[in-house]
């Protein structure tokens, strides 16, 4: 069984995401360990860009403060792989297409693999243009997660053929960020999917609350949170483990019950 | 290889969300384009609303003053809105509106754009809300009162560098929040395919014209095109047409800030590097880890950090060549045309006067040289009286 297929065998998954390097790499290697302990099955590990185009204000803020802190491809590869030595949690990249593209390709996806991370997850790359990544994720076995979407109708039996480790739902319309209420359409969007493939299905987008991710989870395999902990990280910034940590687990507990 | 592909440059590199949307927008175009009922509406639009055809005016006092290759041009600011951009506003509401949305949005740089996609608009019935950076409005405020004048609602962005790059940024996010009764006017020929081609065909009547025009009074098409690129639609407008023939040199003027050796620069060919960003591969201003740099141009149609694929598809096969133009040229183009020719170019247009001042001396009197004047330089009076250190009220 690998990471992410463990990720999705104890019960359903719980999924947070951090922009690296928000506040700094110290305070990202801390929470990444201390999420992994509070229940995180896997870690959705932001890379930030400059002109993060599928983000809301609250993580483009972060991505921001992350890059005027100084934060680079390679400095984050590093952080990853001092991570490793003591935690096994499936680790995901988030980012977009330019920062792997710019870095090299192939260079950083054999780095990826040196440094055990399971996924990559890049929002700009639809289906139509997976080939610019697809043959080297295969080449250092790290997996490209595809996207679906409320509007992607027709297309969900084309990227779900295709689709590996899991898939990302993503909830509702729009850019990331907190939401008050979550479209219903997702619950439809899982089981589109389970008819073509047996994958699992994580959904993200707009989730902040236990009760949502409660919701969330009865019909999908596991439900990924962004914006609710990068606010968290805003706030409390140096400080801001243990109240992550604590979120974590609430998460954990409400995805599990 | 995907869609849409200038050589290795172009494709559709953009979220799930928005991909039915482009997929609709590349069907609804393949269809129209080859109807004759949209075809004789918007031609319409274009010659009794618009003002076209554009002059093609031999400058005659510009020509004897350089001493060189006999100067025309193409007169883009006396369209309405005053520039080029209302070619492509025209062709893509008009489709919008074929394809059942009732609402558009659009980026803007220096407020042409906007400007222009508020004024088809309101013509045609559309809600209109513009985005565009808050530097932006704050240099082109002008332009600002004057899209909302037009019924358009304007967004300040504060996002990132507050430029264009971040105007595109937000409308992109914007249509993946409302994309169904939405369609996104861009302005350049850049994005995700089917916009650099939709933008290209809607803009290549400038470049017909000219050929037609001047095979008129001279018989003869011209050696060399010049046009300002930021992006690059007036430029593809004019170049697309001579791609074929070549013996015409095709010359895309970059502005370069305070100069290519300098990082207040927008000058994407001269520095930048290939990546894929606004749903397009092409050349980019960026550092060793793929972050867009912030580019800096006093023209704010000019400043952003690349360029549309066809252009470096172009640049790639050596078809055109793209030269650098710094502010300074610029403004001594933009005066040097308003004093000798009566004609206050826009101070993008200006960048292409500067280089052609370089150029047309070196260049035979029996050359002729094309210069695009792509639109009215009314709107950056203001700005150009701030850089002279001139006070003034607009």
Not at chain 1, 15 to 30: H, K, N, R, W
Not at chain 1, 131 to 149: D, H, Q, R, T, W
Not at chain 1, 205 to 229: H, R
Not at chain 2, 327 to 342: K, V
Request: charged letters at 25%; one cysteine or more; proline letters at 4%.
């Amino acid at each position: 069984m690998n990471r992410i297929e463990r990720a999705f065998s104890q019960g359903k998954a719980f999924i947070p995401f951090i922009t690296a390097g928000d506040p700094s790499l110290e305070v990202t290697q801390q929470l990444v360990l201390q999420m992994a302990e509070a229940g995180a099955d896997l870690i959705e590990l932001g890379i930030p860009f400059s002109d993060p185009i599928a983000e809301g204000p609250i993580i483009q803020d972060a991505d921001a403060r992350a890059l005027s802190g100084g934060v680079t491809t390679d400095q984050i590869f590093d952080m990853v792989a001092r991570i490793r030595k003591s935690c096994d949690t499936a680790i995901a990249f988030m980012t977009y297409i330019n920062p792997v593209y710019t870095y090299g390709t192939e260079r950083f996806l054999k780095r990826c693999s040196e440094i055990e991370v399971d996924a990559l997850i890049i929002p700009d790359l639809p289906f139509e243009e997976s080939e610019e990544l697809k043959p080297y994720c295969n080449e250092y076995g790290v997996k490209l997660i595809s996207m679906i979407a409320p509007t992607s109708k027709e297309r969900i039996a084309m990227i779900v053929k295709e689709a590996e480790g899991f898939l990302y739902c993503v909830s509702s319309m729009g850019v990331t960020g907190v939401r008050n209420e979550i479209n219903n359409d997702a619950e439809e969007m899982v089981r589109l999917v389970k008819e073509i493939k047996d994958i699992p299905c994580a959904i993200g987008f707009g989730i902040s609350t236990p009760l949502q991710a409660a919701e969330m989870a009865k019909f999908s395999d596991g439900v990924i949170v962004g914006s609710a902990i990068v606010k968290i990280v805003e706030q409390y910034g140096n400080e801001c483990t243990p109240y992550v940590k604590e979120y974590v687990r609430k998460m954990k507990e409400a995805v599990v019950s | 290889m995907s869609k849409g592909r200038f050589g290795i440059h172009g494709g559709q590199y953009i979220p799930e969300t928005l991909m039915n949307a482009i997929i609709e927008l590349e069907q609804a175009y393949e269809k129209y384009k080859k109807d004759e009922e949209f075809c004789e509406e918007l031609n319409d639009l274009l010659n009794n609303y618009a003002g076209r055809p554009s002059l093609l005016y031999y400058a005659e006092k510009m020509t004897k003053d350089l001493g060189g290759a006999k100067i025309y041009l193409k007169r883009e600011d006396l369209n309405h809105t005053g520039s080029h951009k209302i070619n492509n506003v025209l062709g893509q509401v008009l489709l919008a509106k074929k394809m059942g949305k009732t609402r558009v949005i659009a980026e803007t740089g220096a407020g042409q754009h906007g400007v222009a996609t508020a004024t088809a608009a309101a013509l045609l019935g559309m809600e209109c809300e513009i985005f565009m950076g808050k530097e932006d409005t704050e240099r082109q405020a002008l332009n600002v009162f004057r899209m909302e004048l037009l019924g358009a609602r304007v967004h300040a962005v504060t996002s990132g560098t507050q430029t264009l790059k971040d105007a595109v940024n937000e409308t992109m996010r914007e249509w993946t929040k409302r994309v169904e009764d939405t369609h996104y006017v861009l302005g350049s020929v850049m994005g995700p395919h089917p916009f650099p081609t939709i933008v290209r065909d809607f803009q290549s009547i400038i470049g017909r014209e000219v050929k037609e025009q001047l095979l008129m009074i001279e018989g003869r098409l011209p050696d060399a095109v010049l046009a300002c690129v930021g992006g690059g639609s007036n430029a593809m407008g004019i170049f697309h047409e001579f791609i074929n023939h070549k013996e015409v040199r095709l010359i895309g003027c970059e502005a370069a800030g305070d100069g290519v050796d300098t990082d207040k620069t927008a000058a994407t060919m001269a520095t930048g590097t290939i990546g894929i960003f606004h749903g397009m591969k092409s050349y980019f201003c960026q550092d060793e880890y793929g972050q867009i740099a912030p580019v800096y141009s006093i023209s704010a149609g000019l400043d952003y950090p690349g360029i549309g694929p066809e252009h470096a598809y172009l640049n790639d096969c050596g078809r055109a060549e793209y030269v650098p133009v710094t502010d300074r040229e610029a403004i001594e183009g933009f005066e040097y045309l308003s004093r000798m020719e009566g004609i206050i170019p826009a101070v993008e247009s200006a960048h292409a006067v500067a280089y052609a001042k370089k150029l047309a001396p070196d260049m035979g009197k029996d050359q002729i040289m094309v210069i695009n004047l792509s639109g009215r330089g009314d709107k950056d009076v203001a700005q150009i009286a701030r850089y002279r250190g001139v006070q003034i009220n607009e």
